[in-house]
């Protein structure tokens, strides 16, 4: 049996095309592995803490966080995770900021080798990035999904140890006359192109 951690950070509800597009992933994945069990962690519903001088302090002294041991608890027992960014003025949504800040912890996530270099310890995952967008940027020049969402999230997800990340894009969602089929686009889940 895997497990399978879906987060969502858009505000949008059952309207969302990136919580659409994570359940469509999800399906794929139970389907490969039945008796998965899914977990759903709503940072909208959960609306994580921002990080403060406190949270910072708290951090550095390893006192107890109990929103930050659960949310990293539940990441380290996932096997797949189906992480949900639709793109906000070029960024992520403030909720999945602040998710982020409260996962990057010394001696949970992050710790030192020997000669000091920082090291992942979150090893063995795959994420899977439902990524989606208003806007439609492919031969535009200009790539904001791929240079701001896609490369931040890479980058701090191998910080903390995850090297399998392979995205999935929806753009134009805005589009009066948008509409989408979101099984296809991931139903080669296994051979979906990873992230370098």
Avoid: W
Avoid at 38 to 59: C, G, Q, T, W
Avoid at 117 to 127: D, E
């Amino acid at each position: 049996m895997k497990n399978i951690l879906h987060i969502i950070s858009s505000p949008m509800g059952d309207r969302s095309h990136s919580i659409k597009l994570g359940r469509a992933i999800i399906k794929q994945l139970v389907l490969k592995h039945q008796k998965s069990k899914v977990i759903e962690r709503n940072l909208l519903a959960d609306n994580p803490p921002y990080l403060d001088s406190l949270h910072i302090s708290a951090f550095f002294k390893n006192e107890k966080l109990s929103y930050s041991d659960a949310i990293i608890a539940e990441i380290k027992e996932a096997d797949f995770i189906v992480l949900g960014a639709p793109m906000y003025n070029f960024g992520v949504h403030a909720a999945l900021k602040a998710f982020i800040d409260q996962i990057v912890r010394f001696g949970h996530t992050i710790s030192y080798q020997e000669d000091g270099t920082k090291i992942g310890l979150l090893k063995g995952k795959i994420v899977y990035l439902a990524i989606t967008a208003g806007g439609n940027y492919k031969n535009s020049g200009f790539d904001p999904v791929n240079d701001y969402i896609v490369n931040y999230l890479n980058t701090i997800l191998n910080y903390i140890g995850i090297d399998t990340i392979i995205p999935f894009i929806i753009e134009g969602t805005a589009r009066p006359d948008f509409v989408v089929d979101y099984e296809p686009i991931c139903s080669d889940i296994e051979n979906a192109v990873q992230v370098n």
